[in-house]
């Protein structure tokens, strides 16, 4: 058995295809932390003052169980109020909570429609659910009407669901979200929005790009913490019943140790941030916009958002790309399929506001002398 994982290695290897793990190194431009609240004072100091007034560490076992603690309620009550849901439902990753949502909501005469580039934890929570489940065209809402009448007209008799992603990780494009709220409407379907990247760069007070459909009955957004909340977790946001029945059927959920009281002190204090301070948005709206043009000239297409693809297609000649910025002090990571589709591989730059503009222009400079 183990000469076969060897092999598949191997394999992995000859393809210019073997992960590593490397250690933090040079300028981030590769992380999630998009508001540089990460080692932010602010969140070191909520997180003193939690463990000042006795917040624990560890939470002891599930939630169902003594695992339950008044900063996880805390923080989902003040949740659902700034992002104007009915009931919010922390878990311990994104991973995790998209796992949840897809193996537990939809229902065996169900339908999932979802976009072809969607995250792998929600191909993971489809693999465990009972619904069936079809991928379209990616950002194109008629794909997903004409899916749904389609399965109407073969005798499709469930409730249909609509997944996206409100901003995608890897193309930094965004869903087009009025027009599939109009198809969920119009199918009488739940629209599930996974707003990982969106969330604290778009949106009012950085609520994300689907806080525009705030107040529909059939919307639930999830909100990671592990980005630009510079925490850890992930919140699931909408009706209450959603809340419930993820209490009560999810496995993910009722199995699993909950996550840290303590942290859940921390995102608190990051929903209070994206608050008190929106000049954290305005300057990373303006480093956006120096990097677009900085980058232009490198072949970096406008996303009009904080992550910039270079699609450079084969897959040696990304990762020696990255080699050569990474030797010129930037972590930027080479990224290849399977993570993109086959032919895209790519370098994804990440702006975060622990970059300067200074920086950008030296950026620039290191990939277009790497291309060369």
Known sequence: MLDDL????????????????????????????????????????????????????????SRLLRGNHEEHEALEAEAAIFFAAEAALFFSSGFAANAALFATLPQRDDLV????????????????????????AHNDATAFDGAIARWRQAGGTGRPWIAVESLYSMDGDRAPLAALAAVAERHDGMLLIDEAHATGVFGEQGRGLAHALHGRDNLITLHTCGKAL??????????AVVRDFLINRGRAFIFSTAPSPLMAS???????????????RA???????????????????????????????????????AAAVQAAGFDV??????????GTARLRISLTLNLTMTDIDRLADAIEQALR
Request: charged share 25%; proline share 6%; hydrophobic share 40%.
């Open 6 to 61: 060897q092999a598949d290695l191997v394999r992995l290897e000859t393809q210019d295809r073997l992960r590593r793990l490397i250690p933090r190194q040079g300028i981030d431009v590769s992380s999630n932390d998009y508001l540089a609240l990460g080692a932010s004072q602010r969140l070191r100091d909520a997180v003193a003052l939690a463990i000042e007034r006795g917040v624990p560490i560890g939470s002891g076992g």
């Open 333 to 342: 990571r080479g990224i290849r399929p399977p993570t993109v589709p086959q």
């Open 230 to 239: 510079g925490c850890e977790g992930a919140l699931v946001c909408g009706p």
């Open 266 to 280: 921390a995102v608190r204090e990051s929903l209070r941030i994206l608050a008190d301070e929106p000049e954290r």
């Open 113 to 136: 429609v979802h976009d072809a580039l969607i995250h792998a934890s929600a191909h993971e929570g489809m693999r465990l659910g009972r619904a069936e489940c079809r991928s379209v």
């Open 283 to 321: 300057d990373l709206w303006r480093l956006i916009a120096a990097a677009e043009n900085a980058l232009a000239r490198c072949g970096v297409a406008p996303t009009g958002s904080q992550i910039l693809p270079l699609v450079l297609g084969d897959d040696a000649r990304a990762m020696r790309v």
